[in-house]
């Protein structure tokens, strides 16, 4: 399929899950690649525009675009901070969601605040080899540390960094954006508030949660057998979101920094990555009750 003026593809563009449309974002007055794409078209496989959607005239434009797995929603991510949502029956808006600096009430969101403390151990009274001091001493001069989420009453002020202006391709906009399996939630990084991750529900179009982790976070995955979700940060951790709750686990390999992650196929395994070296951990399956508790230190 070939673009012809003035719709030149310049930004991103993905399939739906059945494969009919392709959505494509645009920049009509053809300036840089990925930097000002104003607009999203949605295209048939026999070329036709079945249509054009445009948030706003002027400044930059979309970042990220995404199918729903149901193929019935088109989540599109601007540079404005503005996480946008279009049926596939009329490719209107059906829903908005804005990414504040200060999140109150009558927000219902439950927000997790990532928070760690040194284990307080007493060895005073053992005998320890060499070996196991070594072993210690790999994670760092401050020893174990344990992490945990804290649940935080609103109204809160969330850490945001703003982009000089003076800079090309400006750190803002909805850089990271992923459909749970059944396409009921949606996550979001507004690239301007890199520590924090905003997930929301489909089904009431509202804010469900916001974790808030204390580094940037680096990807996010959803299982692909159930509604769990996992993140990195580029830490010894592992996050994990469920509608019941939040939760952090270490990962027991001295000096290993979670950079990257990746499910497979049936939710069994996480492939996790560190800049020169990887592993697998196997993932235990959710319970059947869905509304089961979890807490950080579980």
Not at 10 to 18: D, E, I, L, R, V
Not at 237 to 263: E, I, R
Request: charged fraction near 20%.
């Amino acid at each position: 399929m070939e673009f012809t003026e003035p719709f030149k593809q310049s930004g991103p563009c993905c399939f739906s899950p059945n494969a009919r449309y392709l959505a494509v974002a645009v920049d009509y007055r053809l300036v840089i690649r990925d930097v000002l794409s104003l607009k999203v078209l949605i295209y048939s496989l026999d070329g036709r525009c079945l249509s054009k959607y445009q948030a706003y005239e002027s400044g930059l434009g979309v970042k990220s675009v995404s199918w729903s797995p149901n193929g019935q929603s088109l989540a599109v991510g601007s540079y404005d901070q503005m996480l946008r949502v279009l049926n596939h029956l009329t490719w209107k808006v059906f829903a908005e969601f804005t990414h504040l600096a200060t999140v109150r009430a009558p927000c219902s969101a439950a927000v997790f605040k990532e928070v760690d403390e040194p284990l307080q151990l007493d060895m005073s009274d053992l005998s320890l080899t060499d070996d196991f001091t070594q072993h210690n001493s790999e994670y760092g001069p401050q020893g174990l540390v344990e992490v945990r989420y804290d649940v935080m009453e609103l109204p809160i002020t969330l850490p945001c960094q703003k982009p000089p202006a003076d800079k090309p391709n400006p750190k803002q906009g909805i850089g990271i954006m992923s459909w749970s399996k059944d396409s009921q939630y949606i996550c979001t990084r507004n690239d301007s508030m890199p520590t924090v991750l905003w997930i929301w529900d489909m089904n009431l179009l509202e804010l469900a949660a916001i974790l808030v982790q204390k580094d940037p976070i680096r990807a996010a995955a959803w299982d692909p057998t159930c509604t769990r979700l996992v993140l990195c940060s580029g830490t010894s951790h592992l996050y994990m979101w469920t509608p019941s709750g939040a939760y952090c686990v270490n990962v027991p390999l001295p000096q290993f920094s979670v950079m990257d992650l990746k499910w497979d196929f049936n939710g069994s395994c996480l492939l996790l990555k560190d800049k020169e070296s990887f592993c697998c951990a196997a993932v235990p399956l959710l319970p059947d009750d869905s509304n089961s508790d979890y807490s950080s230190d579980d």
